[in-house]
């Protein structure tokens, strides 16, 4: 199964952008980036994904490397809620009825500095 | 919409009881997952279902048993209770369709003493 590799932790001051990276140098042709994150004792939350080109939406940016080998989540401003567990996730195939597993490695702690 | 809702949010249970973890989703997904999250750890998959009736193992399915007899309900039924299974619980949803995102619930924090 392909892998993901990210720090353990990282931090930012407050209202600055955070670049959070990932490698996965095995990733498959199929697979989707996705990114969680998981704020305290809660569960986690869909951030982003995609497959091969940029995505941006309202909480963050995805920039994905032409070879796919890795990818880079961008927090344009950081708040203080932005304070989380953030995971580099790739989507897998569970068994024969085509349905998605998703696989938590250790993700990064983020810490922002006020 | 309540989204994914879980019960209880915390308990304590004795080496050797049963317990069963209640998970409910609104929003008519047919793809349910419950994992657990070790301290300091990510989330390990248990079981999943694909939809009423129909249920498989995950990575992790040792001592815990699921059904699906709703749409809406997927129990983890957790037998003769071990150390081991302390835990937090988190049951998941998704469609099933597409390129889906799972939606979490709070969690279940379970300590087995």
């Known amino acids: 199964d392909a892998k993901t590799t990210q720090p353990n932790s990282m931090e930012s001051n407050e209202e600055e952008p955070v670049h959070l990276p990932c490698n996965h140098s095995?990733?498959?042709?199929?697979?989707?980036i996705h990114w969680y994150r998981q704020l305290p004792s809660q569960g986690p939350e869909y951030v982003i994904h995609?497959?091969?080109s940029n995505v941006n939406n309202r909480m963050a940016s995805l920039a994905i490397a032409e070879d796919r080998k890795s990818s880079t989540l961008i927090l344009h401003r950081a708040t203080l809620r932005d304070a989380a567990v953030y995971y580099c996730?790739?989507?897998?195939?569970?068994?024969?009825?085509?349905?998605?597993?998703?696989?938590f490695g250790t993700g990064t702690r983020l810490t922002i500095i006020p | 919409n309540a989204g994914v809702t879980q019960t209880p949010k915390f308990h304590i249970l004795k080496i050797g009881q049963s317990m069963t973890l209640q998970c409910t989703q609104d929003?008519?997904?047919?793809?349910m997952y419950w994992y657990r999250q070790d301290p300091g750890m990510g989330l390990k998959l248990i079981y999943y279902?694909?939809?009423?009736?129909?249920?498989d193992k995950g990575e992790v399915p040792n001592g815990y048993n699921v059904s699906r007899s709703t749409t809406e309900d997927f129990p983890l039924r957790l037998e003769l209770a071990a150390p081991s299974q302390t835990s937090v619980y988190f049951c998941?949803?998704?469609?099933?369709?597409?390129?889906?995102?799972?939606?979490f619930g709070p969690g279940t924090r379970l300590l087995v003493l």
């Open positions: 998941a949803s998704t469609t099933g369709t597409g390129v889906e995102t799972q939606y």
């Open positions: 095995t990733i498959s042709g199929t697979d989707y």
């Open positions: 995609g497959l091969t």
């Open positions: 996730i790739l989507r897998k195939r569970l068994s024969n009825f085509g349905n998605e597993k998703l696989t």
């Open positions: 929003m008519n997904h047919n793809y």
């Open positions: 279902s694909v939809g009423a009736g129909i249920t």
